[in-house]
């Protein structure tokens, strides 16, 4: 089995509606915004090695790393094999930055995005730019609903309702 599905059968066991659940879920938040912080206030470091070294690197049990992992991938300049990694999988945590704060926000991340390590990184203006774009991303807008007595879409000539909304 690999790390990222021991992880998840791990992390996914717990109830979220629960009391075990909810402080399962604090103490992993606390310790991916720990991350986050140190990997946010060094932007320049080059951060790779096996997914055990790195989790040493960070302080972090090797299981909760493998869930760090499993978050930022999608942030990452070159995603990682994270779906058959084991400890000893190289691994780089080279992120694009507006990417990274771009899926904070649509993960409903308060915690990350609101960062201070933020700051020196991406301008007040561009945090607010990449939030309304995200926020604007999950808006759907629905097109002009047709009438039954406009022309038909398909380009027949006839009304609507005597073309393709027959059976609409």
Known sequence: MSLLQEWRDFAYAYDMNSHQ?????ANYFNIEKEIYQKLLANPDKVWEG???EL???FNTELNYFVGFLDGINDSLVNPNPIDDMDKDTKVSLAYDKEKLYYNMVGAGADWLYNLEEWEPLLTEERR?????????SRTIVKG?????????????????????????
């Open 21 to 25: 659940g909810q402080m399962f879920w």
């Open 144 to 168: 002009k609903k047709i009438g039954r007595n406009d022309p038909c879409t398909c380009g027949s000539g006839k009304k609507y309702k005597r073309c393709c909304g027959i059976n609409a």
């Open 55 to 57: 989790a040493k690197e």
């Open 50 to 52: 096996t997914v055990e």
């Open 128 to 136: 607010k730019e990449l939030y309304k774009e995200q926020r604007n």
